[in-house]
């Protein structure tokens, strides 16, 4: 099985057809895709969220639903229920949250009262946490609030903007809250700001000095053939 598992795709940028992103993913050896499915309190694009699991269904793969929560302010409460909501609507196997600097700069208990409310509606639905690449550089955000939750941690590890983001450092920070064994990181596959994308060699690498975890990559859109090929070797 390819230690390189999965891939987010985004509707905000233009909703892809579900049968040609899902079948691309496959054909690269990937096993799930994660899709957008909200904006704060808002559930996105309802009907796109049955396509994509009726074309996933289809090809033996898992869906996920993840969304940013936050902007402009925290909203706890109605943002859990939205994920729920999300959830439901796209008949999802998995969630990713992604809460940044909105939850980490709030002078409220917005991850314990999030985390609080969306276990009430979910129970142990599996649930990764997605926010920035290592919390020794965030330490203001309540990480210990999602760990114990039960939220897997999901860390930003784009080596590709900070070399201080390379995976193996991430996951060394995330596994002070988060169960090791059920870390995930997320590879940046794009160019942003300037930083261009990690020359293949090394993307590959930082994936090889990591022993017993899966990886996924951001995003569909910006990720390029020869990565996913380059990634999906590893084994």
Not at 52 to 76: I, K, Y
Request: charged share 25%.
């Amino acid at each position: 099985m390819a230690r390189v598992s999965g891939l987010w795709v985004y509707q905000r940028f233009g909703r892809p057809d579900a049968d040609a992103v899902t079948a691309k993913a496959q054909s690269h050896g990937l096993q799930w895709v994660t899709v957008e499915a909200v904006e704060g309190t808002q559930v996105l694009g309802r009907a796109w969220l049955g396509e994509m699991r009726r074309a996933t269904r289809e090809r033996g793969m898992r869906l996920g639903v993840h969304g940013f929560v936050g902007r402009p302010t925290p909203r706890p409460l109605p943002e859990a229920n939205a994920f729920a909501t999300a959830i439901d609507v796209a008949r999802a196997d998995f969630a990713i949250v992604n809460a940044e600097i909105q939850y980490e700069t709030s002078p409220t208990p917005d991850s314990r009262d999030f985390t609080r409310r969306y276990r009430a509606l979910k129970g142990d639905f599996p649930t990764y946490f997605s926010s920035f690449g290592r919390p020794e550089f965030h330490g203001r955000l309540n990480w210990a609030a999602w760990g114990n939750a039960g939220f897997w941690g999901m860390p930003q590890a784009y080596e590709n903007l900070n070399p201080k983001l390379k995976p193996s450092l991430c996951i060394a920070d995330w596994a002070r809250f988060f169960d090791r064994a059920e870390i995930r990181p997320t590879l940046g596959c794009f160019a942003e700001n300037g930083k261009p994308r990690l020359p293949l060699a090394r993307l590959s690498a930082s994936v090889r000095e990591v022993t017993g975890l899966r990886f996924n990559v951001y995003r569909h859109g910006t990720v390029t053939d020869a990565e996913l090929q380059a990634l999906s070797q590893l084994t």
